[in-house]
């Protein structure tokens, strides 16, 4: 129930229900964390090293950051519980990897999703995406999503304002801009329920992008070259 400071790495089996309630510190020791049980957060900073790995992560209580240090993480199941998450700046050139699907992320007040600057690392999403406002990335970042994106309407519009790659998919959100966009894998189709859509560049890679009809009557630039 208070903060938690180590000198190396957590290992917990897949029958472990792990929860933790402020703050954690895990040092750069000869392990890194592997949890391969339920792991609760309840809105905390999570600082650690190689790997961070987690198997079914669910936050509560609260926004909840993590910082790798330079090093991965991987979350194979996400239940964001209605809090924002934060992929620190610490993390570097580390990558984040979503594997499964990612849900109720976000409580509708700011980012549900913000990756900070100095996150150079890829953050990739490989599975669906859910959220209850928008996302938004630093310059120098880089966000990758594989399958369809659904963001609600909070007070927090979509500014991925690094390089974006997005592999065939459906996104539906409000106010968007994306930076410097890479269409991969299959075509784009994009709905911003009657909200503006921004691409500062747009590398086609051979796909097909649709305008939907939700956009309704608001603009859609492209700033840069497509």
Do not use: C, K, Y
């Not at 020791?29 to 669910?58: R, Y």
């Not at 699907?101 to 700011?110: E, T």
């Not at 913000?114 to 966000?143: I, M, P, W």
């Amino acid at each position: 129930q208070s903060t938690f400071a180590a000198n190396s790495g957590i290992s917990a089996a897949a029958n472990n229900r792990l929860r933790f309630e402020d703050d954690v510190t895990i040092g750069n020791g000869s392990v890194g964390t592997t949890i391969s049980g339920e792991t609760v957060l309840d809105g905390l900073s999570w600082s650690s090293f190689d790997p961070l790995s987690f198997a079914n992560l669910q936050l509560s209580g609260g926004p909840t950051s993590l910082n790798s240090n330079g090093s991965s993480i991987s979350i194979t199941a996400f239940a964001g519980g209605g809090q924002d998450l934060t992929i620190a700046g610490g993390t570097g050139a580390g990558t984040t990897t979503f594997t499964g699907a990612v849900s109720g992320l976000g409580d509708g007040v700011g980012p549900a999703l913000t990756v900070a600057a100095g996150a150079t690392g890829v953050v990739r999403f490989a599975n669906t995406v859910a959220a209850n406002s928008g996302f938004q990335s630093a310059a120098g970042t880089t966000v990758r999503f594989e399958m369809d994106v659904t963001l609600g309407g909070g007070d927090t519009a979509t500014n991925l304002a690094g390089a974006v790659q997005l592999d065939g998919l459906t996104w539906r959100g409000f106010d968007t801009t994306f930076g410097a966009t890479t269409l991969s894998s299959a075509s784009l189709l994009v709905d911003t329920n009657g909200s503006a859509l921004s691409f500062v560049t747009l590398a086609g890679g051979s796909q097909d992008l649709t305008l939907l009809a939700g956009i309704g009557a608001r603009t859609t630039t492209f700033s840069g070259a497509v």
